[in-house]
């Protein structure tokens, strides 16, 4: 009986100190917060290439250091290699939390995975990953609702018939296929609305403006072009006015970039999506600073609501957000 | 007293074994995860709309007060009625209402639900297509945190929408709508925190789930 009794005794024992050494774990991030490497935030973005991106960046890098944290910016190129290398760098260097703004919704899930295996947690800004269990949040623009509403103003500018052009983004982005699928939830209920040609344009401005002029070349007889970002929405418009088309197609663009916030004040382009690249980041950054000092219960998913800039309401806006919020 | 040990033992094995075999889970926890496992946007939405968002009615706010309250307490309507699923200016509200049908057009029933009936205060959608989410925000029912990526989301969204022009509006004119009739409605509708400043609250768009002529 005795030597049951001690068995029993070890064993529970055994079973005390796995259970603790689990919990310590877990609770890990949150214990160093006065250690130097818990100090740095790294910011992961998808490309620097796109003066949205680089608003996002940018500002979540301030918000960081306004925090308190020193804070570094890796940029991705667009590329899932490039950005599992800094991912690698980053845990390496035992960075305290990434602020991370994925190049691909699955391609990018492995490099979350491998941060949060190594204790150190992501926060998804502007585009997410197709998990809701790796990052400790994620922060999106509501990409679907904002293209509900500008696909309502491009049904009513179109007066309901025309022949249009689609520029879509990187196709692994779910950005991408948010927006699509939220303007064509409207437009396609109207039969002489008719779509002559869908060309992926990467979210690039000079690929925009090569796949519009080869577009046209088909299809000259065009009267607006609906572009998954700013950036394509720029490179439209500059294909159009190579071919001196800028008074009978309409362009119409999603971000709420500088160019196209001037371009609409201007009457050159017609409307946008008014992202929040700044709302984001910070919310991004002060997230991360939550975490840091231990608090864990986020929701998920947080969408970002979109709204339509137009020549009509242009003035409470200014580039990536609300003349108001300035 | 052997009897009495006999049966004793008999019944814990059986509350025993049949604890064992039986549990016990909500119904709502269940159908939620079986729905998200095996996930069809279509099947989602009609599960939704036919065993849950029924319940949900119950909490649907007056029309008139919540009219009353746009134009004088947003910060309230808000605060007491108002869901989004994220950060917005714009928030979904569940109604419910009675009131005189003022016209009929492609751009939906005009509705006065104030007296004097003279001016209407909602415009009911009946239209071919239903953009947007305000059924879906509304009814406060799903969480977008629960999907791996947002599109499912979205997608639930523009199937009530397909179920709404199916089953609520299609079926109308067989109601036989008539000008000066009355109408009870359920639905929802998305109003912008700052609506009210920019005029934009003459006509409250509800998208219907339920009407009633009388």
């Given amino acids: ?30 214990k160093d917060e006065d250690s130097q490497s818990k100090r740095r935030i790294a910011v992961v973005i998808s490309t620097l290439n796109n003066p949205w991106f680089v608003v996002l960046g940018d500002t979540a890098k301030a918000r960081a250091e306004e925090l308190g944290y020193e804070a570094t910016i890796f940029d991705s190129q667009n590329d899932t290699a490039k950005e599992s290398d800094h991912f690698d760098n980053i845990i390496a260097a035992g960075y305290a939390a990434i602020l991370f703004n994925p190049t691909d919704a699955d391609a990018s899930i492995a490099n979350v995975k491998k941060a949060k295996e190594a204790g150190i947690p992501a926060f998804c800004i502007d585009r997410e990953i197709n998990s809701n269990d790796l990052a400790a949040t994620q922060v999106l623009s509501d990409n679907y609702a904002g293209c509900v509403d500008l696909g309502q103003y491009f049904v009513k500018k179109m007066n309901q018939k025309g022949n249009y052009v689609e520029l879509l ?11 699509s699928k939220g303007f064509h939830s409207v437009v396609d209920n109207y039969p002489d609305l008719k779509m002559v040609a869908q060309q992926c344009a990467e979210f690039d401005r000079t690929k925009a403006m090569e796949v519009l002029e080869s577009i046209m070349q088909a299809n000259p007889d065009i009267n607006a072009v609906f572009c998954g970002n700013d950036a394509m929405a720029m490179g439209a418009y500059q294909a159009l006015a190579a071919a001196g088309k800028t008074h009978k197609v309409m362009v119409f663009g999603f971000d709420g970039a500088k160019d196209v916030i001037d371009s609409i004040r201007d009457g050159r382009i017609v ?21 840091i000092k231990g608090k864990r219960d986020f929701p998920q998913k947080v969408p970002v609501a979109v709204e339509l800039v137009t020549q009509e309401n242009i003035a409470k806006y200014t580039a990536y957000g609300r003349e108001s919020e300035q | 007293m052997k009897k009495v040990c006999k049966y004793s033992l008999s019944a ?8 064992q075999s039986v549990y016990f889970e909500d119904l709502k926890v269940v159908r939620e995860q079986r729905r998200r496992e095996a996930f069809n946007a ?16 119950d909490e649907a706010v007056d029309v008139k007060e919540l009219i009353e309250l746009f134009n004088t307490n947003m910060g309230q309507a808000i605060e007491r009625y108002g869901k989004t699923p994220g950060v917005s200016r714009v928030y979904a509200y569940l109604l419910k209402g009675e009131g005189t049908i003022l016209s009929i057009d492609r751009d939906g029933l005009k509705v006065s639900v104030k007296e004097p009936q003279t001016n209407p205060d909602v415009v009911i959608e009946t239209g071919s297509y239903i953009p947007g989410n305000a059924v879906r925000d509304a009814s406060g029912l799903i969480d977008v945190s629960k999907f791996s990526d947002t599109m499912k989301f979205n997608e639930i969204g523009s199937e009530i929408n397909k179920i709404i022009v199916r089953d609520v509006i299609r079926p109308l004119p067989d109601k036989k709508p008539t000008v000066g009739g009355t109408i009870k409605f359920f639905g929802a509708t998305q ?8 005029n934009l609250l003459q006509l409250v768009r509800v998208v219907p789930i339920r009407l009633e002529l009388e």
Wanted: glycine share 10%; proline share 3%.
């Fill in chain 1, 1 to 30: 009986m005795s030597r049951k009794f001690l068995i029993f005794t070890v064993m529970s024992l055994g079973l005390l100190v796995l259970g603790f050494g689990c919990k310590q774990k877990e609770q890990g991030p949150g």
């Fill in chain 1, 169 to 179: 983004g990187i196709l692994g982005d779910n950005n991408t296929w948010n927006r």
């Fill in chain 1, 271 to 291: 409307a946008t999506g008014m992202q929040f690249p700044k709302r984001m980041a910070q919310m991004g950054a002060e997230q991360a600073d939550e975490y």
């Fill in chain 2, 12 to 19: 814990a094995i059986l509350v025993f074994v049949l604890s």
């Fill in chain 2, 42 to 57: 279509a099947e989602y939405a009609g599960d939704l709309w036919l065993n849950e968002l029924p319940s949900v009615l």
């Fill in chain 2, 191 to 198: 109003v912008a925190q700052d609506a009210a400043e920019e």
